[in-house]
């Protein structure tokens, strides 16, 4: 910190010594607080402090909580929601981004700010996996705090479902380990009940599996045929294999087009026959069936949401959608407003299901075990934008949500955190929520850990 005043709330936070404090203007600030989501972008914090060590953070909470200053803290801020921005103080944690990996047990040991691409790239090395996302710079701690779900997770199940282990820096600035035995009902709340609710986590240590054989496929038609294509495929998916996973989007930018991605634990040949089915609704526009390695498969699947503005709800669907579903969700597309992102506005429905769904509900803190699809609506614009397209894309974005209350649950995944969500703790949570309310009480009773959505 430079030029900082003796008497600033800030000089004795520099003085401890706790990693790296910038504030607004300084070299590095932007990086190390901005959203992901610019719907945020106007959102700055007083002041970042970017952490090297667990330590750190155990001193950077005493001294937030000795000064009464309110902090949030940040993984590598993805959360659609802006989770990880505040006006107040920001714990940084892409400086425990460390992988080590032991490839005698298929143990994985995280730091609490790694990104995604850190992990799986140190993976690689070993031809070892874990259910992951398809983008690199997502926080692995966010994405394991909310539950995770990867293509392969039909059969892997969740990114939390590998959790072994999580190292938590508490409200009070001591340091648990929690596991199935040690703090077992924390462990039990870390898997599923989303990230800043009971404290930092410094680490997390997670079983890797050795990778499987893969082929992908990646099919576009037509908007006119988005309905058949739609329907056809989900039923194709209830029956489908749990090898078996994707990602069926119907999306509007300057031209709309209807896709199936995804990605099948066995040969291509194997694939295409299970595809016959949404083959026969009508002739791709791109067709594309290929056996594909492991991480090659990966990078291929790359998802990029958008990068400018952005808002996304969430539903869950027990049974594929109906053909006036999918014809509801059609129609509102075709009367999406525009804006100038070329990320435009869509509709994706990610298979959920097999080893998802075969452990309890109760198991963990992740209740959504008893569905078939995570249905996501989005849609995006860019700060060139006039408010009116803002306000008309997100009245767009939250007529369609209503519409498709009529055909699925009310059920919302907190990975895709939704700040307009009236009903967030049962949609995030159902039948656990009591059960992360007592968790919450017992290790964070003044509530340090606070955001828009906290427990
Ligand atoms: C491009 C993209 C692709 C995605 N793909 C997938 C996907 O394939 N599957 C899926 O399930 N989800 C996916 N997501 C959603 C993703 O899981 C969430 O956005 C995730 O919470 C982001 O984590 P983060 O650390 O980057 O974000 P942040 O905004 O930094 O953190 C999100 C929340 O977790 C908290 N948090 C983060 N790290 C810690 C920690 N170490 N200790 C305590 N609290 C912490 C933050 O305080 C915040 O509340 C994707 C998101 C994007 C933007």
Redesign the pocket.
């Known amino acids: 910190m430079t030029g900082e005043p003796a008497g600033s709330p800030w000089s004795s936070l520099q003085r401890l010594g706790a990693g790296t404090l910038r504030l607004p203007g300084e070299p590095g600030f932007a990086a190390a607080s901005e959203a992901?989501n610019k719907r945020y972008a106007g959102i700055h914090p007083s002041a970042v402090l970017s952490v090297a060590s667990p330590g750190d953070v155990g001193r950077a909470i005493e001294w937030a909580r000795e000064h009464d200053v309110p902090f949030?803290?940040?993984?590598?801020?993805?959360?659609?929601a802006g989770?990880?921005v505040g006006t107040d103080l920001v714990f940084d944690?892409s400086g425990l981004g460390g992988v080590q990996v032991d490839p005698s047990t298929g143990r994985v040991v995280v730091g609490?700010?790694a990104r995604m691409g850190s992990l799986a790239d140190e993976l690689a090395k070993y031809d070892l996996m874990i259910p992951l996302?398809?983008?690199d710079d997502?926080?692995v701690?966010?994405?394991v705090?909310?539950?995770?779900?990867?293509g392969v997770s039909r059969v892997y199940g969740l990114t939390c479902d590998a959790l072994l282990e999580t190292e938590v820096m508490l409200a009070d600035g001591s340091t648990v380990t929690c596991n199935e035995v040690e703090h077992a009902d924390l462990f039990w709340a870390c898997r599923g009940g989303g990230?800043?609710n009971f404290g930092?986590?410094t680490s997390f240590t997670l079983q890797a599996q050795p990778v499987p054989a893969i082929s992908t496929c990646l099919m576009v038609w037509p908007w006119a045929h988005a309905v058949d294509v739609i329907v056809t495929a989900q039923e194709l998916m209830r029956r489908a294999p749990d090898e078996f996973a994707v990602r069926i989007g119907a999306s509007r930018s300057t031209d709309s087009w209807v896709s199936v991605a995804g990605q099948y634990l066995g040969p291509a040949h194997e694939l295409r026959e299970l595809l016959i089915p949404v083959l026969a609704v009508a002739e791709p526009s791109r067709i594309e069936i290929i056996d594909q390695d492991f991480w090659a498969a990966r990078r291929y699947r790359r998802?990029?949401?958008s990068a400018d503005a952005f808002a996304v709800r969430s539903r869950f669907a027990r049974q594929p959608l109906s053909t006036d579903a999918v014809a509801t969700a059609v129609a509102a597309i075709d009367r999406w407003p525009g804006s100038s992102c070329p990320d435009g506005a869509g509709i994706a429905l990610f298979t959920w299901g097999g080893a998802v769904n075969r452990m309890p509900a109760g198991a963990t803190a992740f209740p959504h075990r008893d569905t078939l699809f995570l249905l996501s609506m989005d849609t995006s614009w860019t700060s060139e934008d006039s408010p009116d397209v803002r306000t008309a894309n997100l009245a767009w974005l939250h007529a369609l949500y209503d519409q498709m209350g009529s055909f699925t649950s009310n059920a919302a995944y907190v990975?895709?955190p939704d700040p307009d969500l009236a009903n967030w703790r049962t949609a995030y949570y159902g039948a656990n929520l009591a059960r992360l309310a007592d968790v919450k009480r017992r290790y964070d009773p003044d509530r340090v850990f606070c955001?828009a959505q906290a427990i």
């Open positions: 992901f949030t803290v940040r993984g590598r801020g993805h959360s659609y989770g990880s944690l609490g700010g996302g398809n983008s997502v926080g701690g966010g994405l705090l909310g539950g995770g779900v990867a990230g800043g930092v986590h998802h990029a949401t990975n895709f955001h």
